[in-house]
């Protein structure tokens, strides 16, 4: 099977590191709980363009340590990688692609895996994750975006959600919603079955 994953709170724990980033610089401590939504500059009191800004900032002055991988992802991967194709699929600005490597590359060392960088997220896309998906025959994805996750599964690609706050819209016959690597690889040995 070939699945697509995305990286930042699939793989990578961006969204805690960030929220520790933003506690230090500003003084102010966020919970996961707060963000309903994908947005952080209405939690935050901030304008789009500011909130950007701080993202950006973290994602230029992070040491590869900052962002762990999400807890059980690389047995999780390596067990996947047995039977399967794997691409990760990111929405990280195309900027920081070298970033992104380093940081894959320091965390998963040299599994076979191909990085797919699908654009700029707060610029819009090139292409979306379900075309990518489509073009590579990739049937699943594992993403934590509740308009991507829709976007996938209206386009018929199997989802598996990854639970948040900010996702908890997201709901299709295709979208099978996790907690974890564990609940994951569980669903993903199903699918073959």
């Known amino acids: 099977?070939?699945?697509?994953?995305?990286?930042?709170?699939?793989?990578?724990?961006?969204?805690?590191?960030?929220?520790?980033?933003?506690?230090?610089?500003?003084?102010?401590?966020?919970?996961?709980?707060?963000?309903?939504?994908?947005?952080?500059?209405?939690?935050?009191?901030?304008?789009?363009?500011?909130?950007?800004?701080?993202?950006?900032?973290?994602?230029?002055?992070?040491?590869?340590?900052?962002?762990?991988?999400?807890?059980?992802?690389?047995?999780?991967?390596?067990?996947?990688?047995?039977?399967?194709?794997?691409?990760?699929?990111?929405?990280?600005?195309?900027?920081?692609k070298p970033k992104v490597e380093l940081w894959i590359k320091h965390h998963l060392g040299d599994l076979k895996i191909e990085v797919i960088h699908a654009g700029d997220f707060h610029k819009g896309q090139g292409a979306t994750k379900a075309e990518i998906c489509k073009e590579r025959g990739i049937s699943l994805m594992l993403e934590d975006s509740p308009d991507t996750a829709l976007e996938c599964a209206n386009a018929g690609i199997k989802v598996i959600l990854f639970d948040n706050p900010w996702n908890q819209n997201a709901k299709h016959e295709n979208i099978t919603r996790v907690k974890n690597w564990l609940e994951a690889v569980e669903v993903i040995e199903h699918f073959k079955n």
């Open 1 to 96: 099977m070939k699945i697509g994953i995305d990286l930042d709170d699939v793989i990578a724990d961006f969204f805690e590191a960030l929220l520790k980033f933003y506690h230090n610089k500003f003084g102010k401590l966020h919970k996961r709980e707060e963000f309903k939504e994908w947005k952080w500059w209405p939690v935050w009191g901030v304008t789009r363009e500011e909130a950007i800004k701080i993202v950006d900032e973290f994602h230029k002055t992070h040491e590869l340590e900052d962002v762990p991988l999400m807890e059980h992802a690389l047995n999780s991967l390596n067990h996947l990688l047995k039977d399967n194709e794997i691409f990760i699929i990111t929405s990280r600005p195309v900027r920081f």
